[in-house]
């Protein structure tokens, strides 16, 4: 996960998950501070992944993808 910089000098590269880091701690940060407040959050926060496919996945044609 996260895109680590190993995955790269490894053979084969290997595919990764990228999570936004950054964007998961601001919010978790927020929430702590909105919470000290006594401001009551009630719901959910998603955050988008992104998939790096390196030379460790298959390739496949986007068909197969929704197939499965």
């Known amino acids: 996960f996260n895109d680590d910089p ?3 000098v490894v053979e084969p590269e290997l595919t990764t998950v990228v ?3 950054f964007e998961m701690g601001e ?3 927020n929430l702590c501070l909105d919470h000290i407040n006594h401001m009551n ?3 959910q926060k998603s955050f988008e ?3 790096v496919i390196r030379k460790s ?3 496949c044609s986007s ?3 929704r197939n499965h």
């Open 6 to 8: 190993t995955a790269t």
């Open 57 to 59: 996945s298959p390739k």
């Open 19 to 21: 999570q936004p880091a």
């Open 41 to 43: 959050y009630r719901g």
């Open 49 to 51: 992944p992104r998939l």
């Open 27 to 29: 919010t978790a940060a």
């Open 63 to 65: 068909s197969a993808l």
